[in-house]
């Protein structure tokens, strides 16, 4: 019974994760500019590049549901054991 729920609260967890990584990291950005721009001429600015990504890591960090999930899965893995 405890190995069932845990491996509920496990997939729960684990989809909640991917679908807040998706939705903060692409969703922030618009999927155009997710990926970074093509420049035809090689001429990029990497200060703002770093700042986009350091910009979207913290909306990531800072985001609840990233935190719910991860504590979702650490509670799964201790019911596992139990």
């Known amino acids: ?3 069932q729920i845990s ?7 684990l989809i ?4 807040t990584l998706l ?12 990926f970074g721009n093509i420049d035809l001429q090689m ?3 990497h200060n703002n590049d770093l700042e986009k ?11 609840v549901f990233v935190w ?3 504590t979702g899965i650490i509670i799964s893995i201790i019911l596992s054991k139990l």
């Open 1 to 3: 019974m405890i190995q």
């Open 23 to 34: 939705l903060k990291g692409i969703g922030s950005t618009g999927a155009s500019n997710a």
């Open 68 to 70: 719910i999930s991860i």
């Open 43 to 45: 001429q990029q600015n």
């Open 53 to 63: 990504q350091d910009t979207i890591i913290s909306k990531i960090f800072k985001s």
């Open 16 to 19: 909640l994760l991917i679908l």
């Open 7 to 13: 491996d509920y609260l496990f997939m729960g967890s």
